[in-house]
């Protein structure tokens, strides 16, 4: 079974709307962090937000905010005001401990962003 | 803080040969992993360094190794170089590794390598 789902190959957001990129997750341990990266078409993959699974309130970082439903196991990005710099591929990614108690990073399949001007 | 930084940024290889790519980490961090990303496969985990130990290694053949300096820089090395290697190579570093959720990598520009 896939650790990070994101249903969504690609997307089309008109600049300055809001657009939610999906990401779900599965594990079946209590403490686990959920990320999210941004890799423009360079290749170098952005930290933009971070979200514990023991977080009661849904992260922020300017205009990301993290949509976390526990338990739904979700954590969708939203991204308020679209500009053109946010084209780009979007990872949603996990980090839970594996068998050995070793904290081990999962990426989703990307969802590619497109704004449109 | 500068970032990640890797080097050569892109690379040109034929099947056979071998290739060494570093990636120095954020000053400060011990930790360094890399990953192989490719259109069919995606990102896949390839090794994780700390403390110039390998601590956790995902599923690749032997060709693929790697090592760290007492400085925290990092070599991953391929031999033997096959088409499917061709791929975009990730270095993220972060404070301490794998022993806390909480933990966020950062990661590099990336090495292009085409294998021909």
């Known amino acids: 079974a896939q650790k990070i789902t994101q249903t969504q190959p690609g997307m089309f957001v008109q600049e300055k709307e809001a657009v939610t990129l999906d990401c779900t997750y599965d594990t079946s341990d209590q403490s686990y962090g959920l990320f999210w990266y941004k890799q423009p078409s360079s290749g170098e993959m952005i930290f933009l937000i971070y979200q514990g699974s023991y977080d009661e309130q849904n992260a922020t970082e300017g205009r990301y905010s993290l949509n976390f439903q526990k338990a739904r196991k979700s954590a969708n990005l939203v991204i308020s005001a679209s500009q053109l710099g946010d084209s780009a591929m979007y990872f949603c990614?996990?980090?839970?401990?594996?068998?050995?108690?070793?904290?081990?990073?999962?990426f989703g399949t990307g969802t590619k962003l497109q704004v449109i001007p | 803080k500068a970032g990640v930084t890797q080097t050569p940024r892109y690379l040109i290889k034929t099947r056979g040969q071998q290739v060494t790519l570093s990636c120095s980490p954020i000053?400060?961090?011990?930790?360094v992993s890399w990953y192989q990303q490719t259109p069919g496969q995606g990102l896949q985990f390839l090794f994780e360094y700390f403390s110039e130990t390998q601590r956790n290694k995902g599923n690749f053949p032997g060709r693929f190794s790697g090592r760290q300096f007492s400085n925290s820089r990092s070599e991953m090395n391929v031999s033997t170089l096959e088409l499917g290697d061709s791929a975009l190579y990730l270095c993220?570093?972060?404070?301490?590794?794998?022993?806390?959720?909480?933990?966020?990598?950062?990661f590099g520009p990336g090495t292009r390598l085409l294998v021909l």
């Open positions: 993220a570093s972060s404070s301490n590794g794998g022993y806390a959720t909480q933990e966020t990598q950062y």
């Open positions: 000053s400060g961090h011990r930790s």
């Open positions: 990614a996990m980090r839970e401990a594996d068998s050995g108690g070793y904290q081990k990073v999962t």
